[in-house]
T-cell receptor
Framework: DVKVTQSSRYLVKRTGEKVFLECVQD?????MFWYRQDPGLGLRLIYF???????EKGDIPEGYSVSREKKERFSLILESASTNQTSMYLC???????????FGPGTRLLVL | RKEVEQDPGPFNVPEGATVAFNCTYS??????FFWYRQDCRKEPKLLMS???SGNEDGRFTAQLNRASQYISLLIRDSKLSDSATYLC?????????????FGGGTRVLVKP
């Protein structure tokens, strides 16, 4: 069974703080993704990576950065958290040959 | 206009009834189509792929209409456990990363 884990289920941060969200997958997948999910807007892609040390911007990268130093780990960084970054953050992974994405349980981030 | 649009619902369905709903996509060059299921406060999971010829998986039937640019999902003999949000997903280009575009979801509530 594919397993994607995220470092926290719930997180509360203050405006201006630097926030790290970690994602780890145990299936040796090349592709990894970060989304945010908001009511009425669905899942929106922030960043993705299809190899170690490689990253590509998604549809809404502003205010975020990512790091992929190891194949199994993909980190999302909020350099200076703002209240409009309060959201559910979902990480996903997939092998290159398949389009199916496997999601982690999500992190609910509240920025005060 | 959103790239992938869905009626958010909710569709209130009596147990045992049939329910069907559509999803429209704007990019005529879209390559692949999927339905994902997301339970309340859980991560999305692949329900089924959608093929040009239509396909069935148990009580679930998916159809693709390329001419009118929509896909549909039909659930027969609805169970209480079918209550979830159904996400329409489109892959525009089969390339490295397999970037998917998600609709906002259609909420289905099956009631006794």
């Amino acid at each position: 069974d594919v397993k994607v884990t995220q470092s926290s289920r719930y997180l509360v941060k203050r405006t201006g703080e630097k926030v790290f969200l970690e994602c780890v997958q145990d299936m040796d997948h090349e592709n990894m993704f970060w989304y945010r999910q908001d009511p009425g807007l669905g899942l929106r892609l922030i960043y993705f990576s299809y190899d170690v040390k490689m990253k590509e911007k998604g549809d809404i990268p502003e205010g975020y950065s990512v790091s992929r130093e190891k194949k199994e780990r993909f980190s999302l960084i909020l350099e200076s958290a703002s209240t409009n970054q309060t959201s559910m953050y979902l990480c996903a992974s997939s092998p290159p040959s398949l389009e199916t994405q496997y999601f982690g349980p999500g992190t609910r981030l509240l920025v005060l | 206009r959103k790239e992938v649009e869905q009626d958010p619902g909710p569709f209130n369905v009596p147990e045992g009834a049939t329910v069907a709903f559509n999803c429209t996509y704007s990019n005529s060059a879209s390559q692949s189509f999927f339905w994902y299921r997301q339970d309340c406060r859980k991560e999305p999971k692949l329900l089924m792929s959608v093929y040009s010829s239509g396909n069935e998986d148990g009580r679930f039937t998916a159809q693709l209409n390329r001419a009118s640019q929509y896909i549909s999902l039909l659930i027969r003999d609805s169970k209480l456990s079918d209550s979830a949000t159904y996400l329409c997903v489109v892959n525009k280009v089969k390339a490295a990363g397999n970037k998917l575009t998600f609709g906002g979801g259609t909420r289905v509530l099956v009631k006794p």
